[in-house]
């Protein structure tokens, strides 16, 4: 039987599969959890600027890797204090990771 998909990006419902399993397993072990963001701080919000022209300037020079663009990604997340935007730049932080992932499942297996 084939069941229709939501996913249109090739490798996301994988993704998607692979954190929904996760999440399944997080609940099992702590039970559905409640904290504060901890986020937008002025500390958070420099490093992440630091972190924004170090990835700039991977970019420019040709020395990207996914590391530097998940921790921008990341750190932008953290220096973000309305609920909104940190919402968006969290969706964002996912999205790299399916990237990569994506990209890691395309690789040819080590022999």
């Not at 590391?67 to 609920?83: H, R, Y």
């Given at each position: ?20 399993a996760e999440r399944q397993?997080q609940l099992a072990k ?82």
């Amino acid at each position: 039987m084939s069941y229709p998909t939501i996913f249109s990006t090739p490798g996301v419902r994988a993704f998607a599969e692979a954190v929904d399993a996760e999440r399944q397993r997080q609940l099992a072990k702590w039970g559905e959890q409640h904290h504060h963001d901890g986020t937008g701080s002025l500390a958070h919000i420099d490093q992440a600027d630091r972190v924004r022209r170090r990835v700039d300037q991977a970019a420019a020079d040709g020395t990207q890797t996914w590391g530097n663009i998940l921790a921008e990604e990341v750190a932008e997340a953290f220096a973000e204090s309305d609920p909104a935007r940190l919402r968006a730049e969290v969706v964002q932080v996912a999205a790299v990771c399916a990237a990569w992932i994506a990209d890691l499942d395309s690789r040819e297996p080590a022999p």
